[in-house]
């Protein structure tokens, strides 16, 4: 069992940058793979990035690809997303979610934060 709990949103100029952070606890966050999504109004919820349990393999949406960077400190039980460069179109709730393996769809992964609202204006 892993509870998840995102933090770091806000509201942020075009251009700006924003570090999400999520606090896992439960004793298997060291073995997870990790992922970051989001849902804009009216949207589906889509894959942003995602790491697997040894931070050696790291992935990226082709929207975020350059702008946002994913990082885990497992001694920390957290995961991050670093965002730079911000655009409006990045305007979302933001979700982080544990998973077996690392995947791109929601349906693989198992357990889920209550989002953190970022917002980007122009």
């Known amino acids: 069992q892993v509870q998840l709990v995102e933090s770091g949103g806000g509201l942020v100029q075009a251009g700006g940058s924003l570090r999400l952070s999520c606090a896992a606890s439960?004793?298997?966050?060291?073995?997870?793979?990790m992922g970051w999504f989001r849902q804009a109004p009216g949207k589906e919820r889509e894959f942003v990035a995602a790491i697997s349990w040894s931070s050696a393999n790291t992935y990226y949406a082709d929207s975020v690809k350059g702008r946002f960077t994913i990082s885990r400190d497992n001694a920390k039980n957290t995961v991050y997303l670093q965002m730079v460069s911000l655009k409006p179109e990045d305007t979302a709730v933001y979700y982080c979610?544990?998973?077996?393996?690392?995947?791109?769809?929601?349906?693989?992964?198992?357990?889920w934060g209550q989002g953190t609202q970022v917002t980007v204006s122009s």
């Open positions: 439960g004793r298997t966050f060291g073995s997870s793979a």
């Open positions: 979610a544990a998973g077996l393996r690392v995947a791109f769809t929601i349906s693989e992964y198992d357990y």
